[in-house]
């Protein structure tokens, strides 16, 4: 099955199945791809599937959209055709594609999810939940991104970069907070012992 993935400065944000004829991305909340940013435009463009095929039509955006660093009106997708939309790159990924992320893994009763991306080299830090019913655990950060968060609530990614971790806001109304102190735009370098809350649990960042 063909899926988006939405990433910003390197890091992913989240992955979209294709699973309908018609597929809308857009900053306004009832697309089916929502990225909430100014340069996306309310109905920024559409995916269409028509078989195996899957066209992409950018529908009268003010900032366009743009495959592979070329302006389209509508075009047809290829495996790896990388979509640019304001700072953020959505990469195609076909049927053939290899998938090498994994599936979300629940860590407390569907409330809080971390879910992992592409491996990287097993690193020595971990998430460990510190309130609500899965307290004590611990999610090892042994991939380039994890996901953690209440999907439609609150949702921040940590990506292992090479001097270290950073957090950073994907989604959601509520503002996750580091050390009490609200989590902008940007992301932010991670040290052990940080405090890290989203979702209404909170949970300690521990880099042994």
Do not use: C
Not at 136 to 161: D, F, N
Not at 182 to 193: C, F, V, W
Request: glycine share 10%; charged share 20%.
């Amino acid at each position: 099955m063909p899926k988006m993935i939405v990433s910003i400065d390197g890091v992913v944000m989240k992955e979209v199945q294709l699973t309908k004829d018609r597929t809308t991305l857009g900053r306004r909340p009832y697309n089916d791809i929502v990225i909430d940013n100014l340069a996306v435009s309310g109905e920024h463009a559409v995916m269409q599937m028509s078989g195996a095929d899957v066209f992409l039509e950018d529908l009268n955006s003010t900032n366009g959209t743009y495959v592979n660093g070329k302006a389209i009106k509508k075009q047809q997708l290829q495996n790896g055709d990388t979509i640019e939309i304001g700072k953020y790159k959505i990469k195609f990924a076909s049927d053939n594609f290899s998938d090498q992320h994994e599936k979300t893994m629940v860590i407390n009763s569907g409330a809080v999810v971390a879910k992992a991306a592409p491996a990287a080299p097993v690193g020595n830090a971990a998430i460990k939940v510190m309130s609500g019913t899965a307290a004590g655990r611990e999610v090892p950060l042994v991939k380039v991104v994890t996901t953690i968060g209440k999907p439609g609530v609150a949702v921040a990614a940590i990506t292992r970069r090479p001097h270290g971790y950073v957090v950073a806001l994907v989604e959601g109304a509520t503002r996750p907070t580091v050390n009490s102190k609200p989590l902008g735009s940007e992301a932010i370098d991670l040290r052990h012992g940080d405090l890290i809350e989203l979702a209404g649990t909170q949970m300690q960042f521990i880099q042994k």
